[in-house]
């Protein structure tokens, strides 16, 4: 009898172990879009008296970076890291940390947002996603100060997945992780909803408005930059 009970224990054991291990493996797996890309930029000659920037986001912040750089001239070096990947993506925290290789030795502030691809994932994976991003970012610079930058609204559903009501989840969602962890916002989300005429397409804006958005990203870090 007690070999009996020995046998099923083991086979019940094995049985939750390759359960485990199967939703393990699932709940890591990527889900890639048709292109897949990463994109870093940095000043060809920073100045060593001032503190380095990094703006990482996907091309709604490549959109903005150049406009952000120009504002930034003579407060910070900014550097941009962009990727198609987004928060619920378990490639995000080893493109944070690949990107350690060819990053400055410290960031003072990290402005971030990986909120507009990754719609095969849902929300809920989409905010499970936010504290492994918000590790890896912290390893890439433990002396930064973080600040989240909501997502932006689209001008109507994209064929791509994104909705209006779907990134309005992902930013209530995010904000409350956010706010848990006493990271800054910059609401670019409420900002661009008052600049829908500016839209190219969908999901981007136009060089005027992703003018907008630079100026309330580098008041934003600015800010933070002050406090240091």
């Known amino acids: 009898m ?25 709940r890591a797996q990527s889900v890639p879009e048709k292109i897949e890309w990463t994109w870093a930029d940095r000043p060809e000659h920073p100045d060593p ?3 380095n920037v990094l703006l990482l986001g996907d091309s709604i912040t490549r959109g903005y970076y150049p406009e952000t750089v120009r504002l930034l001239a003579g407060h910070a070096n900014c550097y941009l890291f962009a990727t198609s990947a987004s928060s ?3 490639r995000l925290p080893k493109q944070i940390a690949a990107y350690s290789d060819i990053a400055p030795p410290a960031f003072a502030v ?5 909120g507009m691809h990754g719609w095969a994932y849902t929300e809920q994976q989409y905010n499970n996603g936010l504290p492994s991003q918000i590790s890896a970012l912290r390893q890439l610079a433990p002396h930064a100060t973080l600040i989240w930058a909501t997502i932006t609204p689209v ?3 994209d064929d791509g997945g994104a909705t209006n009501p779907r990134i309005d989840e992902r930013n209530r969602l995010a904000l409350a992780l956010m ?4 990271i800054a916002i910059d609401d670019q989300h409420t900002l661009m909803l008052d600049h829908q005429n500016l839209h190219q397409g969908n999901i981007h804006f136009t060089t005027a ?10 008041q934003s870090i600015l ?6």
């Open 2 to 26: 007690l070999r009996r009970h020995f046998v099923i224990l083991l086979a019940v054991l094995t049985l939750c172990f390759f359960a485990g291990t199967t939703w393990t493996a699932a």
């Open 49 to 51: 008296s001032l503190p």
């Open 88 to 90: 619920g993506d378990p």
């Open 110 to 114: 990290i402005h971030f947002n990986n």
């Open 155 to 157: 001008l109507k559903a």
């Open 179 to 182: 706010q848990q962890q006493h």
């Open 209 to 218: 408005g992703s003018a907008i958005q630079a100026q309330q990203a580098a």
């Open 223 to 228: 800010k933070l930059l002050s406090q240091r």
